[in-house]
């Protein structure tokens, strides 16, 4: 008797771990859609790349979030040589393959309310193996469910130990400006 | 003919020298080949040795020689995040690792409470006025001591976060912590902590403080992320920004108040001082030398000078009588936009103020009719001179005293 009265408390703790862990995963948000863009503004030339292959999440009921993108997946450039030494010489994406903006949002949200707001995401930025904490400002919409998230921001190459041969100093800057846009849906 | 010759050459080779550097601050090169090296905190003992918690270990500097203590030498990490000096004359390194250490009888001592230590990188210690160790982490919360036994101030403890920036005690003997959800000032009693938050909804203008210092009476300013530097007057709970309107300047990084100054490190402007008679913010900018867009630490030591750690370095101010003027002064100097630099001398008569481009130097406002003709260089980072008709004249700001003038 004893031990079906076990059993069954534990079946209970079972079901009602699951559905808690269930509604808040329904919680979170998952990416949709997402694109990175960068560009190197150096006296002389200008670099273009982006990639829309951008995975991540943010979890209203800790206000954190977490995105990547593996750094091959960047197109564009001038020239097919030009994203070969992106990827080989600097990125080192075979040894470093992601790029990755982990941590939280500062400011309390109620992300069931439709409205924009002006947030400053905080966290990690992990390129070329290095981190680095950023409080990158954001501006978040949120419509019918679904939200937008679009940041500017400038990457020091230097915070990154990402070298640039003299040979080459003109023709890469050493701040490279991104900007991130991603749309985001409730995770089913 | 030979000797007009070897003057000019002389001359020229002065000021090619000059060129390339900023007179108003002196960089030391703490490692050899001039290797970067990231300093994370500046900090001052009571005998007044300079001690520079970097990524690559500890330094401490008398003012002529460095010694570098590394993990060899019972260091717990080679990055060092914070430092203190206990009442007994002892410094504590805080490190990266969320380690911490001591150092006693010329060695390093490892500071394991038997609770452990904290998960991440120490941000900053503190001994209160009772002597009590309090360290802060980015994002373990803030830690205190009392009587070997260690205790966590979390979330549930009423902290508004767990990313603790800085420390500052007050005068009444509580400790404020600035973190990324306010400021928690916290009150001791026995072993327990009374906690009062502020944050937004008290007025505060940015919920992340960066930096705190102990202002006139019972104020205490505040370094924040996007409001700059605010003073804060805990009689009426009234928030004073420093600055007129809204600040546009960037994060604040830290700041040191110097008498009238108030130096302020920004992330997107480097270096500036506000003159605080005069209500003027100041800028230093990145053509006027490198290293000041990178600032991690200020630092005002025993002696007035503001010392700057950088991704890269650790530079000094000369010394009062050696002041910068900004080149963005268009009613008073409007030949200057392709000037470097401008500084402003006294040597003993009147002031002086001179200017340099990549390939001249000149003065800007006449000096006394003997010396209509002025040429200012420095040719070793610690001294400045001045060429003029009646001789050269040299300040070496390590010895902080005119060294006279030169025929």
Not at chain 2, 221 to 242: F, S
Not at chain 2, 254 to 264: G, M, T, V
């Amino acid at each position: 008797m004893t031990h079906i009265r076990t059993t069954i408390a534990r079946g209970w703790f079972v079901m009602i771990l699951v559905s808690w862990n269930f509604g808040l995963q329904a919680q979170r948000f998952i990416v949709d859609k997402g694109e990175i863009n960068f560009s190197s503004n150096a006296s002389l030339e200008m670099i273009k790349a982006a990639s829309d292959k951008v995975t991540g999440l943010i979890d209203p009921a800790n206000n954190q979030f977490a995105f990547l993108v593996n750094i091959s997946t960047f197109r564009g450039f001038n020239s097919e040589l030009q994203r070969q030494h992106f990827n080989e010489n600097y990125m080192e994406s075979e040894k470093y393959p992601k790029a990755t903006f982990s941590g939280k949002i500062i400011e309390q949200i109620d992300f069931t309310k439709d409205s924009t707001y002006e947030v400053r995401a905080k966290g990690d930025l992990d390129i070329h193996g290095q981190k680095q904490s950023r409080i990158i400002k954001s501006k978040l919409t949120i419509r019918n469910g679904h939200l937008v998230i679009e940041s500017d921001f400038i990457v020091p190459l230097t915070d990154h130990i990402i070298t640039i041969p003299k040979i080459v100093s003109q023709k890469i800057a050493t701040e490279i400006e991104v900007h991130f846009k991603s749309s985001l849906v409730h995770q089913k | 003919m030979r000797k007009a010759a070897g003057i000019f050459f002389f001359t020229f080779l002065l000021l090619q020298t000059a060129m390339g550097q900023v007179p108003f601050f002196q960089k030391y090169y703490l490692l050899k080949k001039n290797e970067p090296v990231q300093v994370n905190v500046i900090f001052q003992d009571k005998t007044g040795l300079i001690w520079l918690g970097t990524n690559r270990g500890l330094f401490k500097f008398d003012g002529i020689t460095y010694r570098q203590f590394h993990v060899f030498d019972n260091l717990p990490d080679e990055n060092v995040t914070a430092l203190a000096e206990d009442s007994l004359g002892r410094i504590w390194t805080g490190h990266k690792n969320g380690k911490l250490a001591f150092f006693e009888k010329n060695q390093f001592h490892a500071f394991e409470p038997p609770e452990g230590s904290a998960a991440h990188e120490i941000s900053d210690i503190l001994f209160d006025k009772k002597g009590n160790l309090w360290f802060s982490t980015l994002n373990d919360g803030l830690y205190y001591v009392i009587q070997g036994r260690v205790y966590r101030l979390d979330e549930q403890e009423g902290m508004p976060d767990l990313f603790v920036y800085d420390i500052e005690e007050d005068r009444h003997g509580n400790v404020w912590a600035g973190t990324d959800g306010g400021v928690a000032v916290c009150t001791l009693t026995d072993s327990k902590v009374s906690l009062t938050v502020l944050d937004d909804h008290h007025g505060l203008p940015d919920n992340i403080v960066k930096k705190l210092a102990v202002g006139a009476g019972d104020t205490m300013w505040m370094g924040t992320e996007d409001a700059g530097v605010i003073q804060y007057d805990p009689a009426t709970h009234k928030y004073k920004p420093m600055t007129r309107g809204r600040w546009d300047y960037g994060a604040v990084t830290d700041f040191a108040i110097n008498e009238n100054q108030i130096w302020i490190s920004s992330q997107q402007n480097g270096l500036m001082v506000y003159e605080r008679q005069a209500d003027h913010l100041k800028f230093y900018d990145a053509t006027t030398g490198r290293g000041f867009v990178s600032l991690t630490t200020l630092l005002r030591d025993q002696e007035g000078n503001i010392w700057a750690g950088s991704k890269t370095g650790v530079m000094r101010t000369l010394g009062d009588q050696l002041e910068y003027i900004e080149i963005a002064d268009p009613p008073k100097m409007p030949i200057l936009s392709p000037w470097r630099w401008i500084i402003k001398a006294t040597f003993g008569f009147p002031i002086v103020r001179a200017c340099s481009s990549a390939t001249s130097m000149k003065t800007e406002e006449s000096p006394p009719s003997n010396n209509s003709s002025v040429l200012l260089f420095s040719f070793i980072p610690s001294s400045v001179c001045l060429l003029t008709p009646p001789g050269m004249f040299g300040r070496d700001y390590t010895e902080r005293e005119l060294s006279g003038s030169i025929r």
